[in-house]
């Protein structure tokens, strides 16, 4: 699930000390094994948007798991990513983190969807916390248990016909971007990703939420 918002447009930079492909593969069962915290997502995240072309060989293994369209989602997410410039790094914002986590909190029952129940969406949420600028975008990702899984999954794409997660990862607008991951009653877990193109943290939050 996406919502994306198009304003405008910064330049993608090259890496200067790509990954290789054994340090990826290393990186992987690290991945597997760290708790999924905002950090473990936008890092993963940041492995993938840095080094896109090393990512595909992460992707590629994955192919079994993700069998909706029985493998092709997998064979083109192969196929962008080795096309695909390097960007750079997304900041982790810390505000945009509470406001993922509050997404997730109203979760955990089951829900399901972008809309808060407060009829918010993703740009709401972090208007709690901090000001954006530019351009925002929001992730969701169920059922997953490890950071690696949640970015996998949200790059395949697999069954989401517009590759809208995919567009939003390696969206050259954004530069900052916050996570949140919570249980869920219906598929286990939940993890929210909020992405702006710039984003300036209040020093108290706009609208106070209960704990």
């Known amino acids: 699930m996406k919502i994306i918002m198009h304003l405008r447009l910064i330049a993608a930079v090259a890496l200067l000390f790509p990954l290789t492909f054994s340090q990826a593969k290393d990186s992987s069962s690290i991945a597997s094994n760290e708790s999924v915290s905002a950090a473990a997502v936008v890092r993963e995240l940041n492995l993938a948007r840095e080094n896109p072309a090393v990512y595909a060989t992460v992707v590629a293994d994955a192919r079994s798991s993700h069998m909706i369209e029985h493998g092709r989602a997998v064979d083109e997410a192969v196929h962008f990513l080795k096309k695909t410039r390097p960007l750079p790094p997304l900041t982790l914002s810390a505000g945009m983190s509470r406001a993922a986590a509050d997404h997730c909190a109203e979760q955990v ?94 020093s108290e939050p706009l609208v106070a939420k209960n704990p």
């Open 109 to 202: 029952d089951g829900r399901l969807g972008h809309q808060g129940g407060d009829r918010s969406h993703g740009g709401d949420r972090i208007s709690r916390y901090g000001s954006w600028s530019t351009t925002w975008g929001e992730n969701i990702s169920y059922s997953r248990k490890t950071a690696r899984e949640v970015v996998l999954a949200l790059i395949i794409d697999d069954g989401v016909r517009d590759r809208g997660h995919r567009k939003n990862i390696f969206n050259p607008k954004f530069n900052y971007a916050g996570a949140a991951f919570g249980p869920h009653a219906r598929y286990r877990t939940v993890c929210t990703i909020d992405f702006a193109g710039g984003y300036a943290e209040r």
